[in-house]
């Protein structure tokens, strides 16, 4: 949307009187009160010199984001609800790699029917045309409860982010994944579907899934309904433990999507939402990269598409440190896709790759530091 946020501001009832001039930069964590005129004037011309880079992205749009070297890097964005489906046209994306089905559930007093969720997913995949949409089946418990999804093991979470949420609320509550498994086959008709799981844990939690799937199917088939052209399984990579375990899955698998966002702070056993830990849930640590790297790796050889999704690759510095570990798909917030694309087009990939691989074993004091100078001596811009 365009609007700069900042949240977790100690004091602010405290500090700020009403009439108040504030200055807000998001992107450094920073609110002033009642600035000086010297700092409206360095803030005014932050600001001009954004508009001129945000400007520069906008051309960008229908650009291929090819590196320098001309590997070909995709480059998709994150969505939630039908009123996203307009970014992608406005950003050139190369499709949704990750539709978040929740959002239609957060949104509504009671469980949406069945026949709801086929036209919200017919909708999106009519909106994209011909890019791939990537549906993740409802990641709901934990911090995203719902009043008419309440059971006594969510209640009693002392720690919900780990407790009964997601695939494992789903796989229990049979008829919801049911539901949905039916409204997207339906939906994507004539289409490919990509659907997603996320929270996966243990390879039998993708296959129950994807028996949910696979019994809806047969069920249509039997109706002599029309069916996707193609439907590929995937699921997403957050918790740690999974990763022990990609011998066994990826051969029954078409795409894998490393959720950043709660894979940092299980690797960290650090909760992103506590501010006192803020500093421990660094994205450019060594720690997150090597594993990252290792999931690279171990999928070489494998035709399953390795993406990052979160906020992470929607950073300049972040997607650097990751392209220099080997990713080449990225699924990112919206207005994270012009100054990816931007970025890729000045990044030799093999130079950064042969820089990643001494900072990860031989780490310097500061992995973010080098990163800086690395792209500061080329040129490249990280903000």
């Excluded at 995203?144 to 720690?159: A, C, F, G, I, M």
């Excluded at 659907?195 to 809806?216: D, I, K, L």
């Excluded at 193609?230 to 957050?238: A, D, K, N, P, T």
Aim: with cysteine.
């Amino acid at each position: 949307m365009g609007v700069s946020v900042l949240g977790r501001v100690r004091n602010a009832r405290t500090l700020i009187r009403e009439g108040n001039q504030l200055l807000l930069d998001a992107d450094r964590g920073m609110v002033t009160v009642r600035p000086s005129p010297s700092l409206v004037e360095a803030f005014e011309m932050r600001s001009a010199k954004n508009r001129e880079r945000q400007a520069a992205y906008a051309k960008l749009r229908e650009v291929e984001p090819f590196s320098r070297c001309g590997t070909r890097i995709t480059v998709m964005m994150n969505a939630g609800l039908r009123d996203d489906m307009p970014n992608l046209n406005l950003t050139g994306a190369d499709g949704i790699g990750l539709f978040r089905t929740e959002f239609q559930f957060l949104v509504s007093a009671a469980m949406p029917q069945r026949e709801r969720q086929t036209r919200l997913y017919r909708d999106v995949l009519e909106a994209a045309g011909d890019r791939p949409v990537v549906f993740r089946t409802v990641d709901i418990g934990g911090d995203k409860s719902l009043p008419y999804l309440r059971s006594e093991n969510s209640e009693n979470d002392e720690n919900p982010a780990m407790g009964w949420r997601a695939l494992r609320l789903a796989l229990e509550r049979e008829g919801l994944l049911k539901s949905q498994a039916r409204a997207l086959l339906e939906a994507s008709a004539g289409h490919t579907l990509n659907v997603m799981f996320p929270m996966v844990s243990e390879p039998w939690e993708f296959e129950a899934a994807r028996a949910v799937f696979e019994g809806q199917l047969a069920f249509l088939k039997k109706q002599k309904r029309k069916l996707p052209n193609e439907i590929r399984y995937g699921v997403m990579l957050e918790v740690p433990a999974l990763a022990e375990q990609l011998d066994l899955l990826l051969p029954r698998i078409s795409f894998l999507s490393i959720g950043t966002n709660d894979l940092t702070q299980f690797l960290f056993a650090a909760d992103r939402a506590n501010p006192k830990l803020a500093e421990r849930y660094d994205w450019v640590s060594p720690a997150i990269l090597r594993f990252i790297r290792r999931v690279v790796v171990a999928t070489a050889g494998h035709p399953v598409d390795v993406t990052v999704c979160g906020e992470m690759g929607g950073r300049r510095l972040e997607a650097l440190a990751l392209l220099g570990v080997g990713i080449r798909r990225l699924s990112i917030p919206p207005a994270g896709v012009g100054p990816i694309k931007e970025l890729v087009r000045k990044v030799d990939l093999e130079e950064i790759g042969e820089a990643m691989n001494g900072w990860l074993t031989s780490p310097p004091p500061s992995l973010r530091k080098a990163l800086e100078d690395w792209a500061a001596e080329r040129g490249i811009e990280l903000e």
